[in-house]
């Protein structure tokens, strides 16, 4: 049994964190007219950038939890359809459910949902945007783990990981590829390499594990300074193309610009995700020494996932519905705090659902949890 390590749980807690601001962040700071003239659109935004390594940490994260461990096939597969199958497909009928009631709510319409084609039906499954495409790249990627622990255990023997650093290294530049492909060709938006857009996180989630077991490749300065290059890369890239597109919004090549300048195949984003995981994971931080924090921090990590399933569908009720999102700023007052208090709004009641789903055997598995909560046992905190 590896040994618990808090700050594990304190990278899946920040960034889920990161995630629910992203996602409702996103579509607001490129408004010229919400925060465009305003010094909190630019520390916002700085945040938002900020924010675009969440995903990448999650996608390490698991790679760094998963991969090495004896798995049979039988648990490989139990494991896939109830943390990870079950969840995937409550989103996509939450995701279904939600659009069209918010359809319904804005156009003042009589609720109805026509039976969709099953192509629809499967390119909603890899396309559509509300977090289904993580899911189905963890499936995926867990799929393949008796293939990662062969090429790491093969690896071990050899005393040589180049194999994995190869395999690590082609993952990025498929990765790199598929965004320009995307980016600037978007009649690109049918082919395989899209649809099965999971290959495209085999870097991160075999990095995950492999810093695991290499710990010292990366030590805490190099990793600030990989951080820091890359988290300055990436404002740089994010303000010029967003402010080109900003006043040039006729033009579809800023507009493609600045979709690739944050996209996580990117250079620059890849260099501050893995700076920020590493420096995340090898700082002995304090306050996690505490068993109080590690209380605090494995809740928040245990709730993570529900909370990702969650978010979108509780935003948009509360954004649609109860009138509290950023056009409306009810109580509010200003844009900046705005932002901040719907996030946590958001955060606050996925969590508190996902913790009462979590109470009944019968739900608890929509949110990716196969067991009672047991906060802080040694023997599940990294399962």
Do not use: C
């Amino acid at each position: 049994m590896s040994k618990y390590n808090p700050n594990i749980d304190l990278v899946r807690a920040l960034a889920i964190i990161g995630v629910v601001f992203l996602h409702i962040s996103d579509g607001y700071l490129l408004r010229q007219d919400y925060f465009g003239g305003g010094f909190s659109w630019y520390i916002l935004f700085a945040l938002r950038v900020l924010a675009g390594s969440s995903v990448p940490l999650f996608i390490m994260t698991s790679g760094y939890l998963t991969i090495g461990k004896n798995y049979s096939s039988h648990k490989i597969l139990l494991r896939i359809l109830t943390r990870l199958f079950i969840p995937f497909v409550f989103l996509f009928i939450l995701m279904v459910w939600m659009t069209g009631m918010v359809t319904s709510e804005l156009h003042n319409t009589v609720f109805q949902t026509p039976l969709p084609a099953l192509s629809d039906v499967l390119r909603q499954i890899f396309t559509a945007p509300g977090g289904l495409h993580f899911l189905v790249a963890l499936i995926g990627l867990n799929l393949l783990l008796p293939v990662w622990s062969i090429i790491f255990s093969y690896s071990k023997e050899m005393k040589d990981y180049s194999v994995a650093k190869y395999i690590i290294l082609v993952g990025f530049i498929v990765s790199f590829s598929a965004s320009l492909n995307l980016s600037f060709n978007p009649d690109s938006a049918g082919v395989v390499l899209n649809e099965w857009r999971w290959l495209l996180w085999v870097g991160y989630f075999l990095l995950g594990y492999y810093l695991k077991i290499k710990s010292e490749l990366i030590s805490t300065k190099k990793a600030i300074v990989i951080f820091l290059l890359g988290f300055i890369a990436s404002l740089v890239a994010s303000y010029s193309t967003r402010y080109l597109m900003l006043f040039n919004q006729e033009n579809i090549l800023f507009s493609q610009l600045a979709n690739i300048s944050l996209d996580y195949g990117v250079p620059w984003l890849v260099a501050m995700s893995v700076g920020l995981w590493q420096l995340l994971v090898r700082t002995d931080f304090a306050f996690l020494k505490q068993k109080g924090w590690q209380l605090i921090v494995n809740i928040a990590a245990s709730l993570g996932l529900g909370i990702y399933i969650l978010h979108n569908a509780v935003f948009l009720y509360l954004d649609v519905f109860r009138r509290l999102g950023l056009d409306n700023m009810i109580f509010w007052h200003r844009p900046s705090l705005a932002l901040i208090g719907i996030t946590l709004l958001t955060i606050t009641i996925s969590a508190l659902i996902t913790f009462i789903l979590g109470l009944f055997p019968g739900l608890r598995m929509l949110i990716g949890n196969d067991r009672k909560w047991s906060f802080l046992s040694k023997s599940e905190r990294e399962n």
